[in-house]
Structure formats: structure tokens, C-alpha cells
């Protein structure tokens, strides 16, 4: 449902850019961006990949900017793309790999206490090779518990990122966010630097230009857009 001021946003907002922007609204006209949003198929599969970065996309504007979309054009998809599948990687494989060596912990102690059914269900995959089994069995039993405790130790669960708000700013992508770690951090600093090299619209090698708007273009989106 579109209300009155919804409409006037709209309003402004197709004319300060020249283009209709569909159902998007913004809060204010983008006076600091160009005002181009990446289209809903994008925007939809994005949002269907990343589901717990993306989970704010339709909350009300009110509570988050993601309610605005992606506030860029077209070609820095696959940036955005790879971005999240890294960042989602990394939090999934710590829980993981906690998950796992837990799992080995827990079997190691029980073996050592003398019920062999988690060895079993951990070796599993080595059930026909009885000299395999031997040889894994003598070194879990052997294993000193205390060192093996300590390197399977659970490192810290990296807190999910929830996107706050992504847009283009003086010519190259803003990735606002929450949660993450120092890791995640530098996988975003590539991500908006490589913005700075990719034409805005359309994805090919760009470079960033003045005049008018500061904006990441190839040369043939340059001819047009500057
Ligand atoms: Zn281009």
C-alpha cells in the first residue's frame, strides 16, 4: 500500500533521477547518490541466497535502511554476490568445525573410558577395513586427552552480519552491517574497493569519474551516464 507520502517521495525521487524507481521508497530524495536501486530479480535472488544477511530487507523503513534496497546499480551484483557467500561461508564453517571437534572430544573420552559406539559411529566410513579401525582405535586410546582437548578447544562463534544498509557513495559500494569479525571486515574492504574498478551499471572493468556525480563506470556507460 502506497500512502500519500510515500507517493511524494516517489514523486521526487523520479524526478531528481528522471526515472520511474518502481515500488522503492525513499525517506528523503538521494541527494548524496545517484538514486538508481538494482533491480527487484537481482534484489529477490540476493535476498533468497543470503536469507540471515539480507534478513531486514522488508522491515519498515523506520527500523532499518535495507527497507530502501540495494541503492546501486546493476553491475556490482556479483560483488555483492560473492561478498555475502564468503562472509556466510566463514560463519557457517566455524560452527562447523566447533561442532566437529566437540564431536571428537566427546568420542576420544568415551573410547578412553572404554565404550567404543561414538568411536564407531566417528570411523564409520572405515568399517570394512579392520586394519584402518586399529590403527585410529590405538591412537585414540593412546591419545592424551589434556592435548586434545586443548587444540579442539571451541574458538568463538563469529556473530551472524545482518546488512544495515548497502548503497553507492562517492562512486564506490558502502556495505553497512552488524555483527562479523576482523576477517569479515577485510572481505568487505575488498568488496567496496573493488566497486572502485567495476562499471556500476553493467559489471565490465570501470574506473571511478568526476563531473557531475562521482561514479564507477566503464567507458561506454561513461558516454551516457556522466
Ligand atoms: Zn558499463
Redesign the pocket.
Known sequence: MEDDLHRVQRCLLNIWTGKPVGDRYLLLPPIFDNGEFMNKELDDALCAKYPKIFVERNLPMNQTCMCWGFDHGD?WYNIIDMLCSNIQHTIDQRIENNERDAKYVAMVRSAQSGDLTLFNDYYHWAANNEKTLEHYRDEVLKADIGGVEFWRMPKEEIPQVVAEQIKEKYGTLRFYYRGGNEKISGMVEMAESMSGVT?E??G?V?KTRGGGWVRT??D??AESKV
Do not use: D, K, T
Open positions: 553491475g562499471c551499471v553493467c565490465s570501470g563506470l566503464c561506454e556507460h
